[in-house]
C-alpha cells in the first residue's frame, strides 16, 4: 500500500497507518482523505491483516482541516455553507465511518495534538492509546462558530455523556491525555517514551486474538445505545449462533481444554 499522505508498514498481522503531513499536523487535506478513503478500502480485501493501528507523523496527531488547501474553498455560485456540506457528505463522513467499521480491530495511537475533525477521527478506532503529552481539543464551535463533525458528537457523548460532552464542545477547553483517560474517552495514557511501543503492542494482542469475534463485539456494543434489552439479547444471540460455528471457538475450546494459549487464525 503507497499513498502520497500516508505511510503503510506491515508488521506481521498487524497494518501500521500514519498519516504523512508533519509540515502541516497531518491536517486534512483533500489528498488526505482521498488516500484514507483508499487505504481503507485496502484494508477490507486483504484478508491477511488482523488488526490496524493508526497514528501521525512528527509532533501531532491530526491538527484537523487544513484551511490552507487551495481545494477548500467553494466553486462559482456556491456558498461556503453549501461547499462544507458536500465536502463533508463526500470525503469526510465516508473516511471516518469506513475507517470506524473496518473488517479488523483499528487502534489509534495519538501522538500530540489532535483538534477538530482530528480529535474526531482519534476516537473512531477501537481503542485509543495517548501519549501522556497528547490532548484533544473540539474547537469548532467556540473558535469557528460551527459544530464538530466527522463523528465529533457522537463519539463524545458516547464515550463520556451529555453533560460533559456538551462542555467539551462548547468550551473548546483541551482535554489532555490523562484527564481523557480518566474520564473514559480514550482507554490508556502511557509516557511518551513507552507510547510507540505500548501503541504497537495493543494492535499486535488484537491481532493475535478471534478477528471475527472482536469485530462483533464493536457492533453489538454500537447497537446497544440504541437497543432495548430484549433486542440486544437476541442480538447477542444471533451473534453467538455465527461465532459458535467458527473454527476460532473450535480453536479457544480447545486450547482451553489443553491448557495453552490459543492460536486464532493460524489455519
Not at 88 to 113: C, F
Request: aromatic share 6%; with cysteine.
Amino acid at each position: 500500500m503507497e499513498f502520497a499522505n500516508l505511510l503503510c508498514e506491515r508488521k506481521d498481522g498487524v497494518l501500521v497507518v500514519t498519516l504523512n503531513r508533519p509540515e502541516k499536523l497531518n491536517s486534512l487535506s483533500l489528498g488526505l482523505l482521498k488516500d484514507l478513503k483508499s487505504c481503507a478500502e485496502a484494508i477490507q480485501r486483504d484478508r491477511s491483516l488482523r488488526a490496524v493501528l493508526l497514528t501521525g507523523a512528527g509532533r501531532g496527531f491530526c491538527a484537523g482541516a487544513d484551511l490552507t488547501d487551495p481545494e477548500s474553498f467553494p466553486g462559482a455560485g456556491q456558498s461556503m455553507g453549501q461547499f462544507m456540506a458536500a465536502r463533508l457528505r463526500e470525503y469526510y463522513n465516508p473516511a471516518v465511518l469506513m475507517w470506524s467499521n473496518l473488517p479488523v480491530p483499528l487502534v489509534v495511537g495519538l501522538n500530540g495534538v489532535s483538534a477538530g475533525a482530528g480529535a474526531s477521527l482519534s476516537l473512531a478506532g477501537d481503542i485509543t492509546v495517548a501519549a501522556k503529552s497528547a490532548s484533544l481539543t473540539f474547537v469548532f464551535a467556540p473558535k469557528l462558530g460551527l459544530v464538530p463533525d466527522m463523528g465529533g458528537t457522537f463519539f463524545l457523548a458516547r464515550r463520556i455523556g451529555e453533560a460533559r460532552a456538551r462542555a467539551y464542545a462548547l468550551t473548546g477547553q483541551p482535554i489532555g491525555a490523562e484527564e481523557a483517560a480518566r474520564i473514559g474517552l480514550i482507554a490508556e495514557c502511557v509516557e511518551d517514551e513507552r507510547f510507540a511501543a505500548r501503541a504497537l503492542e495493543v494492535a499486535q494482542t488484537l491481532a493475535a486474538g478471534p478477528r471475527e469475534a472482536f469485530v462483533a463485539v464493536r457492533a453489538l456494543m454500537a447497537s446497544a445505545m440504541t437497543t432495548g434489552l430484549g433486542a440486544q439479547l437476541e442480538a447477542e444471540a444471533a451473534a453467538q449462533a455465527k461465532l459458535g460455528d467458527s473454527p476460532d471457538f473450535v480453536e479457544g475450546v480447545t486450547a482451553f481444554r489443553e491448557k495453552r494459549a490459543p492460536k486464532f487464525g493460524a489455519r
